[in-house]
T-cell receptor, first 112, second 111 residues
Framework: DVKVTQSSRYLVKRTGEKVFLECVQD?????MFWYRQDPGLGLRLIYF???????EKGDIPEGYSVSREKKERFSLILESASTNQTSMYLC???????????FGPGTRLTVT | DQQVKQNSPSLSVQEGRISILNCDYT??????FLWYKKYPAEGPTFLIS?????DKNEDGRFTVFLNKSAKHLSLHIVPSQPGDSAVYFC??????????FGTGTSLTVIP
């Protein structure tokens, strides 16, 4: 059974804090993605990675960075959290041989 | 600029009837289209997909239709069941590395 796990389901942080969201997949997938989901806006791509230590900006990378030191792990970093980063964050992975993405359960982040 | 659009935020259907969810796209380079289903507090799960070389793909109660000239795809669910109540996202890609999602349609199937 394929699995993408995210380190937290719910997180509350204060403005200005550094926030780490972790994602781990057990499918040996090369590609990993971070999205945020907001009402009326759907899923928007923040960053993706197609290999260890490789990263590409998505549509809304401002205020975020990522790290991929190991194939199975992809971290999203909010350098200085702001209230407009309150959102649902979804991690996904897929193989370059297939289009289907596998998603984690999501992290509901609230920045106060 | 939204490259994939779902213009109906919500849809209500009686149990046993057909649900039709629609999706439009603007980029003619997209060559693969997918539908995902999302329950509250869970991540999206893959439902069905279609390649641009086809115009129809069927999987049980779910059928996806692709009209390339109109840049339009639709998901048909027949018969609809209460367990189908969820948010449905369509997505498109031309590389397999980057995907563009619509804003979602919330389907409610009324028992």
């Amino acid at each position: 059974d394929v699995k993408v796990t995210q380190s937290s389901r719910y997180l509350v942080k204060r403005t200005g804090e550094k926030v780490f969201l972790e994602c781990v997949q057990d499918m040996d997938h090369e590609n990993m993605f971070w999205y945020r989901q907001d009402p009326g806006l759907g899923l928007r791509l923040i960053y993706f990675s197609y290999d260890v230590k490789m990263k590409e900006k998505g549509d809304i990378p401002e205020g975020y960075s990522v790290s991929r030191e190991k194939k199975e792990r992809f971290s999203l970093i909010l350098e200085s959290a702001s209230t407009n980063q309150t959102s649902m964050y979804l991690c996904a992975s897929n193989s370059p041989l297939g289009y289907e993405q596998y998603f984690g359960p999501g992290t509901r982040l609230t920045v106060t | 600029d939204q490259q994939v659009k779902q213009n109906s935020p919500s849809l209500s259907v009686q149990e046993g009837r057909i649900s039709i969810l629609n999706c439009d796209y603007t980029n003619s380079m997209f060559d693969y289209f997918l539908w995902y289903k999302k329950y509250p507090a869970e991540g999206p799960t893959f439902l069905i997909s279609i390649s641009s070389i086809k115009d129809k793909n069927e999987d049980g109660r779910f059928t996806v239709f692709l009209n390339k000239s109109a840049k339009h795809l639709s998901l048909h669910i027949v018969p609809s069941q209460p367990g189908d109540s969820a948010v449905y996202f369509c997505a498109a890609s031309n590389t397999g590395n980057q995907f563009y999602f619509g804003t979602g349609t919330s389907l409610t199937v009324i028992p």
